[in-house]
T-cell receptor, first 113, second 113 residues
C-alpha cells in the first residue's frame, strides 16, 4: 500500500527505553528517516539510515532496519521528559515520484516522570 | 548550523484572500519543497522545485497554489484565494540534491476564517 504505518501512541517511564516502530512501503527506498515534532513546533531531523545498513547508533538513538519486512524502528535509550513529542518515520520512495518525502502517521511518545 | 527559516510563524486570513508564505532555504541547497500538515493529520507533500521550475506536485497543489523563487534566497508559496480547508501548518524544506535528506523549517501556521 501507499501508507507508512506507525502505532499512534507510546507511553514510557522516564529512564526506560522507548521503541517506536514503523512499516514503510517501498523496499527500494534509499533513505529512511526519523523526524521529531514537539508541540507546536516544526519537524526536526533526528536521524536517518541508508537502505544498505541494518543498524545505526547515534548517542541515545538506535535505528534498526529490516528490509525484508520493510520494518524500521527507533530505540531511545534512557528516555527523558524532553523526548516527549511526535515521532515520524519517513521515506523517499523510488516509485511514485522521486523527491517527495512520504511521512508516517506519527507516534506520540509520552514520557512519564 | 545552517537552517531553513520561514515567515510568518502564524497567519490569520479571511476566506478568499491571497496569502504568501515565505521561506529561506539553506544557502547551498538546490531543491526546495512545500508540505502541509492539517491539524492532527499526516504531513503531506505539496510541491518540489528545482532550477526555477516545479519538478513534482501532488494532487493537492491545484491552480490556487503557486511557488516562486523571486530572488537568490527566498522561496514562496502563494495561495490565491484561500479556503477554510487550507488551514494547516505549512512546512518548507530544502535539500542539496534531489534524493537526499530534506531539512525542514519551523512552519507557518495558517488559519483561514
Amino acid at each position: 500500500g501507499e501508507d507508512v504505518e506507525q502505532s499512534l501512541f507510546l507511553s514510557v517511564r522516564e529512564g526506560d527505553s522507548s521503541v517506536i516502530n514503523c512499516t514503510y512501503t517501498d523496499s527500494s527506498s534509499t533513505y529512511l528517516y526519523w523526524y521529531k515534532q514537539e508541540p507546536g513546533a516544526g519537524l526536526q531531523l533526528l536521524t536517518y539510515i541508508f537502505s544498505n545498513m541494518d543498524m545505526k547508533q547515534d548517542q541515545r538513538l538506535t535505528v534498526l532496519l529490516n528490509k525484508k519486512d520493510k520494518h524500521l524502528s527507533l530505540r531511545i535509550a534512557d528516555t527523558q521528559t524532553g523526548d516527549s513529542a511526535i515521532y515520524f518515520c519517513a521515506e523517499i520512495p523510488n516509485s511514485g515520484g522521486y523527491q517527495k518525502v512520504t511521512f508516517g502517521t506519527g507516534t506520540k511518545l509520552q514520557v512519564i516522570p | 548550523e545552517p537552517e531553513v527559516t520561514q515567515t510568518p510563524s502564524h497567519q490569520v486570513t479571511q476566506m478568499g484572500q491571497e496569502v504568501i508564505l515565505r521561506c529561506v532555504p539553506i544557502s547551498n541547497h538546490l531543491y526546495f519543497y512545500w508540505y502541509r500538515q492539517i491539524l492532527g493529520q499526516k504531513v503531506e507533500f505539496l510541491v518540489s522545485f528545482y532550477n526555477n521550475e516545479i519538478s513534482e506536485k501532488s494532487e493537492i497543489f491545484d491552480d490556487q497554489f503557486s511557488v516562486e523563487r523571486p530572488d537568490g534566497s527566498n522561496f514562496t508559496l502563494k495561495i490565491r484565494s484561500t479556503k477554510l480547508e487550507d488551514s494547516a501548518m505549512y512546512f518548507c524544506a530544502s535539500s542539496e540534491q534531489g534524493r537526499e535528506t530534506q531539512y525542514f523549517g519551523p512552519g507557518t501556521r495558517l488559519l483561514v476564517l
